[in-house]
């Protein structure tokens, strides 16, 4: 009986998807959009020599069990807990129809947001994004798909204020090592991402490779997969995935954020660090 409803239910949403499909972009990742998603969103220069990131896996606002129902409230209460000046989002979910909770949060903590989607879903589009206290003064999206299998994309915006040029990157790779391998080569060379450069998201280190060995060397050599906080699964976690990386800029304070409602917003947990941008630059 319980298979039944499971296929009824699956094919009531095979059905729902290809009603959407028509709404969603024929291809992805396309350009990516930068907004101010309130009024009241603080409005400065810019980030200073020190701030503070962070970067969530927000596992399609679906909570710690994941599934088809929704719960954005649970991400809303742990990144405002976080109280990063800048966010990296991964798996974020915008729907083709109804409330964006993404936008929701935005407006909800004041924030400016950027979005790149990645690929279709049966709701909407899911993708990369970032929030930050000061607007963006640039934005592109960087296609990873090197595999017909794991479209994936990253999301750069740069930042300036306070005599400092900073870009920022969130990404989710693959979870192949070959292709992960080609994703990182990408992002390390691209030419859009020149000076200071924070690199967060779901790395899907879950071993070491020639991918992650070439993060830790070419970003910086004090940290190693000794170092990285574990954040996956939430229940119990074993698994370095996500990260924060800096090129012209040292991290400090990196660990995760295991709160009561971290444990209940994602299968992942937050990581945080603050940035230090270095002298001259």
């Known amino acids: 009986m319980a298979g039944r409803v499971r296929r009824r239910k699956d094919l009531r949403l095979r059905r729902g998807y290809a009603e959407r499909k028509g709404l969603f972009p024929e291809h992805v990742p396309y350009r990516a959009n930068g907004e101010s998603a309130s009024d009241r969103a603080r409005v400065s220069e810019g980030p200073g020599a020190v701030f503070a990131v962070a970067t969530y896996n927000v596992h ?51 924030l400016h947001f950027a979005f790149a989607p990645t690929r279709r879903h049966r709701l909407g589009v899911l993708g990369n994004a970032i929030l930050s206290r000061w607007p963006m003064q640039a934005v592109i999206s960087i296609d990873l798909s090197f595999g017909r299998l794991e479209p994936r994309s990253a999301i750069a915006a740069q930042f300036e204020g306070s005599g400092n040029a900073v870009g920022v990157v969130a990404t989710h790779l693959a979870i192949v090592d070959r292709v992960r391998n080609r994703q990182v080569r990408t992002l390390l060379g691209h030419p859009d991402l020149q000076g200071p450069v924070v690199l967060l998201g779901d790395m899907n280190a879950w071993r070491r490779c020639p991918a992650t060995r070439e993060l830790d060397h070419a970003f910086t050599e004090l940290h190693h997969n000794r170092a990285w906080p574990a954040s996956f699964p939430v229940a119990r976690p074993v698994l370095a995935l996500d990260r924060i990386y800096a090129r012209g800029a040292q991290i400090s304070e990196l660990q995760t954020h295991a709160s009561e409602a971290a444990f209940q917003g994602s299968d992942h947990l937050p990581v945080h660090a603050t940035v230090l941008l270095d002298d001259g630059v």
């Open 60 to 110: 399609r606002w679906s909570g710690v069990r994941g599934g088809v129902r929704w719960f954005p409230d649970r991400a809303t209460t742990v990144i405002a807990e976080l109280d990063a000046d800048i966010l990296a989002l991964q798996e974020v979910l915008r729907p083709a129809q109804g409330p964006d909770p993404l936008e929701h949060l935005a407006r909800e903590l004041h």
